[in-house]
């Protein structure tokens, strides 16, 4: 546990459900990024303008605050494999009805029993790999 920060995982983990709680009762939408960005991608969209703002912001946060923090990541994967992850993921997120941040984040604190089942499905799968990774495979 080298990079362990339970200090600032609990701010962000504050301002992620803070955000989402503030988007849900300002707005009363979910603010479940997969549902975001699959609505943004439909060609008949009425409601594009506000999911391309969230998208923006949702990228544009992270590379305004790189300009003024030093920031480091180092990914140790190919990009084939990343691309591969990513549409997996994203096949995921449509099989599941939504992702993390929409069952996760959003549902779980609406109480909602299909949102606890997929986030306990998404953790248990998440462990499983973590094990089969390191354990079996010796990665």
């Known amino acids: 546990m080298e990079n362990f ?3 600032s995982g609990l701010a962000g983990g504050m301002l992620i459900g803070a955000a989402s709680a503030l988007f ?3 707005t009363g939408r979910i603010a479940g ?8 991608l439909e060609q008949a969209s ?7 703002a969230f998208l923006a912001g949702l990228v ?3 590379a305004a605050y790189a300009l003024f923090a030093p920031v ?3 990914v140790e994967a190919t990009a084939p494999l990343l691309i591969a992850a990513g549409l997996i993921v994203g096949f995921g997120t449509r099989l599941g009805s939504g992702c993390t941040s929409g069952h996760g984040v959003c549902g779980i604190s609406r109480l909602s029993v299909r949102s606890i089942v997929a986030t306990v499905t998404f953790m248990a799968f998440g462990f499983l790999t973590v094990f089969v990774t390191r354990h079996v495979i010796g990665g």
């Open 5 to 7: 920060t339970p200090l």
């Open 72 to 74: 480091t990541i180092d």
């Open 33 to 40: 990024i997969s549902g975001i960005l699959g609505g943004a």
């Open 60 to 62: 544009g946060a992270p």
């Open 24 to 26: 849900l009762l300002l």
């Open 46 to 52: 009425a409601d594009g303008a506000w999911r391309y």
